[in-house]
């Protein structure tokens, strides 16, 4: 959650960062505020709201120094600990205000450190965790012997240590212009390296306009950059290097492109993301996954939803025992790891917290964990034993698309590797075609959007692949146009929830391939059983699939594919469907209500 931006360098810092947070307002948009560095002086700003309020404001601020000063740090802010207010808002500033610092992740010791402080005299001015770390650090940096951006270091090595909990934090000092030091403990903190320039943020898309040279670091490390040169220590002071990595995002892959959201861009983008998560490794994988014997696959949210597809495909071909489960729940339940437990961590961003939890229980208890992730330098590959990126390229949206489709390609990858399905590898290099063609007839699904844009709830049905399809698009509906919407195992309907169904209900029915006939029969079978009950029926089948037509009000067509990659289709309208009611309704569809994209606590 929270976007984190600092810059130290010879361009003027504002900009920069006001650009790098513009870039992150994905990860949370409850407030953002800057702290910029002038000759002695330090001018701070923050607001409430989305990035925008804050762009006003600063519009009408005349300081001159504002615009100048080389050093600065930047939030943008997800609320945990007070609520999204003015007050609430980062920066965090010192008593005698000379110290600013931000801070994302939670501080699980804030009240005692608070009261502590409390008890010294200092008053807060914020309902936050954050705002005790400002304080620590500052006193702290009081007592450090030493002069100059060492001291900084210095103050924020000894600040960390007191800290419980999860946190980046990065701070700067009226005192000490042209230096930004930072802390992290399980939280994402990436270095830019630029010329005579220094960069810090949660993650790449924030720099890589100006650089593709960057850092990943390790836990509990801290980094002071300046703008010749980058420090990293563990807490303990404790020399240390990260490990360095070239961005190879473009940047116009973060930009909207002339599409109305960032996530229409990123659907008309799943073509082509496809096509390089495929690139080169359809012969086999670089990865050496040992001695499989049983795969847990964990992720979170859509991530999960992939893991559920990829289940039927692992089991099939490779015949490999596999489990699926929220990354959320994992590692509560003592899970049982024996030697030959792959266990495959997905997540799009590499820093969700649950799967992270998850990832190092896994590895605690002696299991190989393969990560399959989008982002480099983030936390869940770094901590894995293996890593398969999808090369989505940046994810804006809130929503996962993109994601999604690519988490799919990749695990199919992996079935693959692990068996040698007949056909499935030439099906697989015909799918971004199939996905070009399918999203150039979505005009229906747009029809489709207005006409139930008032439903009261919506319902999606599926079976086999199909389920966590139809999770998937009811997941979608909730977070963008909060409809109550949910997905169902058909074959579960008439154990309950066949009960919702009322004259007009929208049931949007997921149908297996012909080809696994049985299968599709009983879903027409379900069809029939909902519009029997009033259902409106929206059917989403393959093209040339012409049972279900008696039963739907709507019928999707989607592009053939054997049985088992359908979803890399299915999903595809639903996406649409979803984008496609949320701005009908008049929602912000890339930054829906209290979500952010990276979801860093647990
Ligand atoms: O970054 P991750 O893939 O680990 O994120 C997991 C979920 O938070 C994410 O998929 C979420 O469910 C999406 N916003 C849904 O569209």
Request: proline content about 5%; hydrophobic content about 45%.
């Amino acid at each position: 959650m929270c976007g984190i931006v600092g810059y130290a360098g010879g361009r003027p810092a504002l900009g920069i960062v006001m650009d790098g947070l513009r870039r992150l307002e994905y990860r949370g948009y409850d407030s953002a505020g800057v702290a910029v560095v002038d000759a002695g002086e330090l001018l701070v700003e923050k607001k409430s709201g989305k990035l925008v309020n804050l762009e006003k404001c600063l519009a009408e601020r005349v300081d001159t120094g504002f615009d100048v000063g080389m050093t600065g740090i930047g939030h943008t802010r997800w609320a945990t600990h007070g609520g999204p207010t003015d007050r609430n808002a980062h920066p965090h500033l010192s008593a005698d205000g000379r110290v600013a610092l931000i801070h994302n992740g939670i501080i699980e010791n804030f009240a005692r450190l608070r009261a502590d402080l409390a008890a010294d005299g200092v008053e807060f001015r914020s309902d936050t965790d954050s705002e005790v770390a400002a304080h620590l650090f500052a006193a702290e940096l009081r007592g450090v012997q030493i002069g100059g951006p060492a001291a900084l270091a210095e103050a924020m090595r000894r600040t960390a240590r007191r800290l419980e909990g999860a946190f980046t934090l990065l701070a700067v000092a009226a005192d000490t212009p042209g230096a930004v030091v930072a802390a992290r403990r399980n939280s994402p903190l990436v270095v830019g390296r630029g010329v005579r320039e220094n960069f810090l943020a949660s993650d790449v898309s924030a720099f890589m306009e100006y650089t593709r040279d960057a850092i990943e670091l390790g836990q509990d490390q801290v980094v002071l950059i300046t703008p010749n040169a980058v420090e990293i220590t563990g807490f303990d002071g404790t020399p240390a290097v990260g490990t360095a990595f070239r961005i190879d995002w473009n940047v116009s892959a973060a930009e909207k492109d002339g599409h109305e959201f960032f996530m229409l861009k990123e659907i008309a983008e799943q073509p082509q993301a496809v096509a390089d998560t495929l690139l080169g490794r359809l012969d086999g994988l670089d990865l050496d996954l040992g001695d499989v014997r049983k795969i847990v696959i964990i992720g979170c949210g859509t991530a999960y939803h992939a893991g559920m597809v990829a289940r039927y495909a692992i089991e099939e071909w490779a015949r490999i025992p596999c489990d699926v489960e929220m990354a959320s729940e994992f590692r509560y339940r003592s899970p049982i790891l024996e030697p030959g437990t792959l266990v495959i961590a997905i997540s799009q961003s590499g820093e969700t917290m649950d799967t992270l939890m998850a990832v190092r229980h896994a590895r605690a208890e002696g299991a190989r964990v393969l990560a399959i992730c989008n982002t480099h330098g983030s936390t869940i590959p770094r901590e894995s034993d293996a890593v398969l990126y999808t090369r989505g390229g940046p994810e804006i949206a809130v929503a996962s698309t993109k994601a999604f489709l690519t988490q799919l390609t990749a695990l199919h990858l992996v079935a693959m590797d692990l068996s040698s399905p007949p056909g499935i590898a030439a099906a697989l290099a015909h799918v971004p075609d199939q996905l070009r063609t399918l999203l150039g007839e979505m005009d229906p699904v747009r029809k489709l959007a207005n006409d139930l844009a008032d439903a009261r709830q919506v319902l999606f049905i599926g079976r086999h692949v199909g389920y966590p399809v139809a999770l998937e698009g009811a997941l979608k509906l909730k977070e963008l146009a909060y409809m109550h919407a949910e997905g169902f195992a058909a074959g579960e309907l008439k154990h309950g929830p066949i009960a919702l169904i009322d004259e007009g209900t929208p049931v949007i029915c997921v149908v297996p391939s012909p080809s696994l006939r049985l299968l599709h029969d009983k879903v027409v079978s379900n069809i029939q059983e909902v519009r029997a009950r009033g259902a409106r029926t929206v059917v989403i089948a393959e093209e040339g699939d012409d049972d279900v037509v008696p039963y739907a009000d709507t019928v999707i067509r989607v592009p053939r594919t054997p049985a088992l990659l359908a979803p890399l289709m299915t999903t595809v309208p639903l996406q649409v469907l979803a984008c496609s009611i949320a701005a009908a309704r008049g929602y912000d569809v890339d930054q829906p209500r209290n979500l952010a994209k990276s979801v860093t606590v647990e």
